[in-house]
């Protein structure tokens, strides 16, 4: 049973929830996002509420009701205020170059690598880290993934990508004689 979904998702000012033939859409200031979801769950919208009812006590069921509810809320979210992740790049050589509809990174290998931008999502570059920001938080954290994944951090000097505020466990290398 889940304890997020018994109780009603408030729906936000200036955002429209609607659902019909199987599919939930929600709009807001910063865009629109459509999710699909199964039958076994009711969805409906009354008075600025959103209220997931199973239609039996399947362990399937029980399982997509709780996550249907996070995935809603999620939604409602990103079209308020979109998600961000911030990555920093670090180690000598390593750079990247963000163009309108692809990234460039130099990390060492003796080639470039050239990632495509999702559609949806917005890079931009800080003097320390890359943000990476959009109003579906499945694609920011999947494409932020698919960059860290292109160099993780090493242990023992810590150069590679990764999340800002990442805890790296480092290693005390070789000692001298």
Excluded: C
């Amino acid at each position: 049973m889940s304890r997020i979904a018994k109780k009603p998702i408030i729906i936000p000012e200036k955002t429209q929830v609607s659902v019909a033939g199987g599919v939930v859409t929600v709009k807001g200031p910063l865009g629109e996002l459509n999710r699909g979801y199964k039958p076994v769950i009711e969805i409906k919208v009354e008075n600025n509420e959103i209220f997931l009812i199973p239609k039996d006590e399947s362990i399937e069921t029980s399982a997509l009701w709780g996550t249907y509810a996070s995935h809603i809320k999620n939604m409602l979210a990103g079209v308020s205020k979109a998600y961000e992740k911030r990555l920093i790049v670090e180690g000598i050589g390593f750079k990247y170059d963000v163009k309108p509809k692809e990234m460039i990174f130099n990390l060492g290998f003796s080639h470039q690598i050239k990632l495509e931008i999702p559609a949806g999502l917005k890079i931009t570059s800080d003097k320390t880290a890359m943000i990476i920001s959009g109003i579906d938080k499945d694609s920011v954290g999947a494409f932020a993934s698919k960059i860290r994944s292109l160099k993780k951090p090493e242990p023992y000097k810590g150069k590679g990508i990764h999340y800002e505020g990442e805890v790296i466990r480092r290693k005390q290398g070789k000692k001298a004689a």
